[in-house]
Each structure stands twice: as C-alpha cells, then as structure tokens.
C-alpha cells in the first residue's frame, strides 16, 4: 500500500470510528512505515512516535475529536495524532518554515487545542480546561496524555494534587516508555517500575478476571463489581499507590501496543466520574530496530538512512565542544559537579556522566530543582555546572533571582540552544535568555564565537570566579573563518576581528559569523566596517566598544536574541553614537531552519550589509 492510500483511508476523519480493529491494527503498521520514511527525509521526533501508535489510535477510536479534547504534555509524540486528523500528506514540510510544527499547534488544526513544546504542563491545563467547560454546562472528555519522564516535573505533581480534591473526571494518560529523552531516574521511575515490572500482579489481576469470567450470567457483572478488592490486591502487592494517595482512579498498567485491549479500557473507564490515571506500558522506538536500540539517539533526529539508520550528517556542535572542555576541567578540578535535567546526550555530558558518575547528577525533568540544587552544592564548596538548554532554563527563573544570584554563590549555567534554534519552533527558541541574565545582579554573561571562546570562558567561569556566571552558545558549529580571525584571549575583553573606518558592528555569539559576512559585502560596496567579537555580555567591555565607536561614529548591534533588555537596550542608553539594532523582533519565533529565519527577520549577513548602507550611507 502506499503512503496515499493511507491518506486516503483516513478521509474523513470519521471513517475511523468505522474501522474495525483488524482493520485498525493493519493502520498502525502503515503509519509507522510512513513514520520511518518521512522523518528519514525530513527530520524529526521519531522514536517517541513510534512508540505511541496504538495508543493514539485507540484514543481516536473512543473518544470524540475535536469536541473531546486532547493535551499532549510536551508534544513530541504528536505526529500520529497529526496524520490521523488530516495532515499525513503535509509531513513532507514538517518542520520548516511554513510546514506544519513538530508540536501541537492550536492554529494548524481544530484538533490541536493548546501549544505544546514544554514539559510537565498537561494535567494542569487539561484540569483547568475541563473546569472551565463544567462551568458552561459542557461534559466534553477531557484528555492529558503525559511520559513518565514529564511525571517528574514538579508542576505535575501539583496540579494532581489540586486535581484529586474534587471530581472533575480528567483522564491522564500515563504513556510509560522508560524514557524522556534519555532514561529517566529518580523515585518516580522507580515507583513506576515497580508497577510495570511484578509479574505476580499481573498473574493474580489475570487468574481473577478468568476465574469470575467463568461464572454464568453474573460472573462479569462481579468481576466488575469488585475494584475494591483490586485495589486492596494493588496495595498488598505494591504497597501504597502515589496517584490513589493523590486522590485518582488509578487502573494498569496497561500493554500500550494491544489496541483491542487499550479500546476497551478507554470505552470502560471515560465516564467514571473521579480523576483517573490510566498507566499504558509503551517502548521508544516500536517496529523500528535501530530507534527500539537507541531510542536517545532517535529521539529527536536529522536525517538517516532507513536500511542501517546511520544519520546523514555528523559534524562536532558547541554542545560536544562544551562536553569534552568540562570533562578536561574534571580531571583536574575535583570540585567541578554536573548537572543535568534529562539532557546528559543533548548537552554533551554524556563522557562525563561515563567517567565521574559520583559527580554528576540527572534530576530529571526538573529546571528549577536543579538551579536549588546547584545553589546547594555551591554553599557546599562545591563546583556545580548546570548544563541546560535557554528555553527550559527559564523554567528555573525564580530560583536564579534569589536562590543562585541573590545569595552570590558560585553556580555555572552552561546555555545550551541559546538564540533561534530553528525547526522546533516557539517553544524552543532560546531568544530571552540575555535579556533575563543580565538583569539579575552579581551575573556575569559569556557569549563565544567558537569552541575556543567556549573552553577559555567555562575554565574562567569555573576557576577564576566566585560568583554566578552563564555561558550562552547556540545549537550549531563554530565558523572556521571566525577561527583564523580569532586573536589570543584576554580575560574581560572583547576581540576586535576585522579593523574598520565607518562603521562598527558588534556582535555576540553565533552572530558573529553573520557580521562576518556583512563586513565582506560592504568591503565591496567600498565601506570599511569594523568587527568586534563581544564575547562578554556582562560586564561588557566598555573600553574596546567605547574605542571602536568614538572611531567610526556608527554602530550596529548584532544579537541572536530578542531585542528588548538586550545588549542594543544597554548599549542605547550609554552612547549618544546612532545604533542600528540586529535581533529577534518582538515576537515568537516560528518553527523554520535557522538561515531562513535569519533571512526572514533581517539577521543574515547580506540583509545587515544593506540596511547599515540604506541607514548610514545614502
């Protein structure tokens, strides 16, 4: 069958709901084999989607979309949500610009009904939307569908505590793969493992249900008559059960590849009238070898080759660059710790989780834990180094202002994904971190330009600091040309690359290559600009910025962040030299790669050429 004859069987949407399960069964393999083929071309989440293909089917088959409505926690796992509402045929744009977004999106569809990309959100969005409908007189399902590895988010243990005080029936799908992105850890995990793992329930809850299912004509009218006693067989097997503690319904675990089972349940249990959890056993990467193999490394991927699923590209990024200069630092330094919430693989701690496991730490998806516990390690003389991406460290804001900055202890804040990250999306983009950083007292801000800047800086942060400091880096490669301009590095200083007469443009980061590219093309258009590496963000060095504009009376500001609270805002304020601004405008960013969106907000290298020669020198 080909990938259009499964487009075509699903519309309308409704010819679902008349499918029988074979029928249903034979549709899961053929959007897992579309799964593989699509996102080998394009890119994407893979393995969290494979592994929740029946589920999501089972979902569509019981329940009523879009009148019900459906939260995904976090998202990734949204792609088969998407083919089944109509989207299949719109995958081959997944991902970029103007394509459909990799997460849920409310304005895509009428099916998508709140944006998703972060973590551990769900249960609260999903409690306060069915509240919200109960005060209308609407009795529509409501639906969270969240991972183990988003359970461990602090916010979901407290809107199920708000949610099992009273009976608004929510449905909180637990899809249990032993993941989040890498496998998870804590009590939690555990808990769940606990569960997932005794075969002496699962036999009993089995030789139960079989012996009552023999009785004549009231055998399964007992059978389910008795939650009680299935709930009192739970406790002596388990012990105490944390979401019944909370005050939900709690039925599983559940086989999350036996559709006809998952039917079943979902159509047995929509209406009870009490929060419910139902626990569905998933696996990462299901019907594809090399995903179910390594589920991390297909969780979020570039292209590969479907045959061995060998990635098409492969080149070392600032994360890796970062990894393997804060091992170096380890060796030497036993006081350095690492930290990480669920990202040791995506933030290069990988090696150094390998070999100092006493001296790193995972806390799951956890931000605002992890910035507390860094404040803690560091009261303790201890060197914490919290690798985390500037998205999800927003996440820990609070515990920045008063927990790290207001007490002056000495945390380092690796920020990764710094800037437009690209094919993600809103969610993702790392475009308020300078602004939110260099408001905090006692921060210093670090921005390199190449794997060089970044090892000097996170020895400085970690050796010659007492103090919070973060360094900002973007998701991509350092710029060889940048690398043959660098000069030798001086702590607090800011490098001057190219000299110039006219005009100076002053970059951070990854804009630095951009500015590179607009020196070039305006050397052509006889005007000789200046290019400074600014390299620290706070304190900025007043002394070679100050210089270069006194020189060149002109100036542009060039940041891979929103403009608002930026370096442009600070820079405006202590220089009467005309500024021209080169940033995120006021908006989010859309999902696109990043030289598009570059292009598209007029940050790339030729589009800043033009307007310094359209502002300065007509």
């Not at 942060?461 to 973060?470: G, K, R």
Request: glycine content about 10%.
């Amino acid at each position: 069958m080909t990938h259009q004859a499964l487009f075509d069987k699903l519309n309308p949407y409704e010819n679902i709901k008349k499918m029988p399960i074979s029928e249903l069964e034979t549709l899961c393999s053929e959007i897992r084999s579309f799964l593989i083929d699509s996102i080998a071309e394009t890119g994407g989440h893979l393995a969290s989607n494979l592994g929740a293909v029946e589920l999501t089917v089972a979902l569509h088959k019981v329940f009523s979309f879009p009148e019900d409505k459906l939260i995904f926690d976090v998202g990734h796992q949204s792609y088969v949500h998407k083919i089944l509402t109509g989207r299949g045929q719109d995958f081959k744009r997944l991902r970029k610009l103007g394509g459909i977004s990799g997460f849920p999106k409310v304005t895509e569809s009428e099916f998508d009904t709140f944006h998703s990309g972060h973590s551990s959100n769900s249960i609260s969005v999903a409690l306060g939307l069915k509240r919200g409908l109960e005060q209308q007189g609407d009795d529509s399902h409501v639906i969270a569908m969240i991972g183990d590895g988003a359970l461990t988010g602090g916010m979901a243990i407290e809107a199920m505590n708000d949610a099992g005080r009273e009976k608004n029936n929510i449905i909180v799908v637990l899809n249990d793969n032993e993941m989040s992105i890498s496998e998870n850890v804590g009590s939690i995990a555990r808990h769940l493992a606990k569960k997932r793992t005794s075969p002496i329930y699962l036999r009993t809850k089995d030789g139960v249900s079989a012996f009552f299912s023999k009785i004549p004509w009231i055998g399964k009218g007992l059978y389910k008559g008795i939650s009680g006693l299935k709930a009192a067989l739970r406790s002596m097997i388990f012990g105490d059960n944390i979401f019944e503690e909370l005050g939900f319904y709690y039925a599983g675990p559940f086989d999350g590849h036996n559709l006809k089972n998952l039917c079943k349940v979902f159509e047995r249990l929509k209406n009870l009238d009490k929060p419910i959890v139902i626990h569905v056993i998933t696996k990462k990467g299901k019907g594809y070898l090399p995903a179910e193999e390594r589920p991390d490394l297909f969780h979020g991927v570039k292209g590969f080759d479907v045959q061995t699923g060998i990635p098409t590209t492969s080149e070392k990024n600032f994360s890796a660059a970062f990894g393997e200069a804060l091992l170096e630092l380890g060796e030497t330094n036993k006081k350095i710790v690492a930290i990480t919430a669920a990202m040791p693989d995506g933030t290069g701690l990988t090696q150094f989780q390998k070999q100092y496991p006493d001296r790193y730490y995972d806390v799951a998806i956890a931000e605002a834990h992890g910035a507390g516990l860094s404040a803690g390690l560091a009261i303790s003389g201890m060197v914490p180094v919290f690798a985390v991406y500037s998205s999800f460290l927003q996440r820990a804001y609070d515990q920045l202002v008063t927990d790290v900055c207001g007490m002056n202890l000495h945390c380092v804040f690796a920020v990764d994904r710094a800037g437009i990250v690209g094919e993600d999306g809103e969610t993702h983009q790392g475009i308020f971190d300078i602004s939110y950083l260099t408001s905090m007292p006692n921060m210093t801000v670090f921005s390199p330009a190449t794997y060089n800047d970044l090892r000097f800086m996170l020895q400085e942060a970690t050796q010659e600091y007492h103090s919070p400091c973060a360094i900002r880096y973007h998701k991509g490669c350092e710029s060889r040309e940048i690398c043959e301009l660098e000069k030798p590095y001086e702590k607090g200083k800011a490098q001057v690359l190219v000299e110039g007469r006219h005009v100076s443009i002053l970059c951070e980061g990854t804009m630095v290559e951009e500015g590179l590219k607009a020196t070039k093309l305006l050397a052509e258009w006889g005007v000789s600009a200046e290019l400074v590496n600014l390299r620290y963000l706070k304190p900025l060095d007043w002394e070679t910025i100050g210089n270069s504009l006194m020189k060149t009376k002109r100036g542009v500001v060039m940041e891979n962040a929103c403009q608002n609270g930026g370096i442009y805002s600070m820079l405006t304020g202590a220089t009467t030299v005309p500024l021209l601004s080169v940033s995120v405008p006021d908006c989010y960013v859309p999902h696109g790669k990043v030289e598009e969106l570059f292009k598209m907000y007029h940050m790339d290298g030729e589009s800043v050429a033009k307007r310094i020669v359209e502002e300065f020198f007509r």
